[in-house]
């Protein structure tokens, strides 16, 4: 057997070229989560569902990303989500609807009289806005870090109030 002539240390190396019918390596399929990484991740889903109109956001990322790699990502992870678009439901119909009221009964300005002060009440309508959602994050948040404790005690949690979009 020869030995091929040693390489010349002034020529850089090539790469391999292209073989008319070579096939590429497949990619190989992502390694199952550990079970520390399982709850970790299942955890973090339920704490970031609580993001106002972006709640799903987290969620979702982290269920579809996990989802084929641990069982319980899955499972927490439908239900954080569901949760999540509760929540930015919720939040974007509130700011419509109070969004509505407040242009409806508030000031008003037009080029012959001024500004006029419309309904005297106007402002209670942004006030119940922010109260109503500083309460939903609130809440939300509560059920989130209960959602993450309890997962991370090995148990499964779910939302007092849910609407399970995804099943």
Not at 11 to 27: L, N
Request: glycine share 12%.
């Amino acid at each position: 057997m020869t030995t091929p002539p040693p390489a010349d240390p002034n020529i850089p190396p090539q790469q391999p070229q292209y073989q008319p019918g070579a096939q590429q390596p497949q990619p190989q399929p992502a390694a199952p989560l550990t079970v520390e990484q399982d709850i970790s991740y299942s955890g973090w889903a339920y704490v970031l569902a609580c993001l106002g109109w972006a709640a799903f956001i987290g969620p979702l990322i982290i269920w579809l990303v996990f989802r084929q790699r641990g069982q319980r990502v899955n499972h927490e992870g439908k239900e954080a989500l569901n949760f999540g678009i509760v929540v930015a439901a919720a939040t974007i119909i509130v700011n419509i609807v109070f969004g509505i009221l407040t242009g409806v009964t508030g000031p008003r300005f037009d080029w012959v009289n001024g500004f006029s002060a419309g309904w005297g009440g106007w402002w209670i309508f942004p006030l119940l806005q922010w109260l109503i959602i500083v309460g939903i994050f609130v809440v939300a948040l509560i059920w989130g870090l209960k959602g993450k404790s309890t997962v991370a005690a090995g148990g499964s949690y779910r939302y007092p109030f849910n609407i399970r979009f995804i099943k």
